[in-house]
């Protein structure tokens, strides 16, 4: 991961870290690995909790911790979080409970401290510390000879995937590459808010940026039509966040409102800040009041661009949660009419900033929703998000 100056990130496993022991080696024992990044600011922090499940399958979990500073716990997603003092326990939704061997899964939680914000030193998964599996062990407590060494991968490890082309090291990236089947699957999930209809969501090994593969997405006309893939992992809880992304399209923008890409606000009553197009030109929209950037006024849209057809165009954003502003580049030029700098321009940002505006952005869908007339077939690749440009 690619995190700004005052961003810290841990990552935490009971081997590396001398984690209280698991009892003995005969014990069964549900292990995990728990990446800890957190952004901190003044008194205040945000932190994203990837867990990884490296023990037997389970249906639901939980995950605790004791906070050794004063940090409190203030709002979250993705998990039910309570804390009791220091104690900290997070609980899995209907949605993220159930994880395969290996499977991971991530929430964030905002909170305050004073003084220092260190990350925890141990986590607890369904009751039991982090930490490698077992060896089993002959009568005499050694490991038995057949037994694996506990240095060696556990067949059930997941592999990283390949980086996509222009992922920065330590940038969040995914090229799809490692997608094994038909749909999208493993941090991605197809989704049809609402109501589904002719909209899907496929692999495809016939078109990519880079690499062999991309996420294709066919999108029908009419809103009940509409389908995104859904990622968890990749946004991070970082307050200023770059998203980029590939993007081929064979369709212009229609005259009426699209969405492309959608991100629920954890800020904004879990509702999403959308990125799509209207008038035929590129526009953000904030769904809980309706408002656009740019303007919809001929002056408004005009410092907007379309988005080009037939051909991969590399989309850009900065949304900085901190300060409440958002900054576009297409193909790595700049788009003034997608530039919300916190104070109001004309037929540009004067409707977006008509009150205050904060996000905790929570999860990144690609796809298509149309409002009214517009059919279009996608195909998204080489997504990455850092907190410093990733450019082009």
Known sequence: MRLVPIASAVVLAGAALGVAGLGPAHAAAATCAVTWTANSWNTGFTADVKVTNLGAAVSSWTLAWDFVGNQQVTSAWNATVKQTGAAVTASSVGWNGSLTTGGSTSFGFQGTYSGSNPAPSTFRFNGVTCGPEPVPSDASGLPSPSSPSPSSPSPSSSSTPPNPAGCGSGARCDGFEAQSGAVPAGSWAVTSPDCSGAGTAAIDRTVAHSGTTSLR????????????????????????????????????????????????????????????????????????????????????????????????????????????????????????????????????????????????????????????????????????????????
């Not at 300060?323 to 790595?332: H, M, P, R, V």
């Open 217 to 392: 997405i066919n999108g029908a006309a009419g809103y009940c039509n509409h389908v995104f893939a859904r990622n968890t992992d990749l946004l991070g809880t970082s307050g200023t966040r770059y998203i980029r992304y590939w993007v081929k399209h064979t369709t212009a923008l229609p005259a009426a409102h699209v969405t492309a890409v959608a991100m629920a606000d954890a800020n904004d009553g879990g509702r999403d800040l959308r990125f799509g197009g209207q008038n035929g030109a590129l526009q953000f929209n904030r769904a809980s009041d309706d408002a656009t950037l740019p303007e919809q006024s001929p002056a408004g849209v005009a410092l907007s661009r379309p988005l080009p057809v037939g051909t991969w165009n590399c989309v850009e954003f900065k949304i900085d949660g901190a300060a409440g502003t958002i900054e576009t580049w297409l193909n790595d030029t700049a788009v003034p009419g997608l530039l919300a700098d916190g104070t109001p321009t004309h037929d540009i940002d004067s409707q977006w900033l008509n009150r205050t505006w904060r996000p905790a952005l929570t999860d990144l869908r690609l796809g298509w929703e149309s409002y009214g007339d517009g059919a279009d077939t996608l195909w998204y690749d080489d997504v990455a998000v850092s907190g410093t440009r990733n450019g082009c």
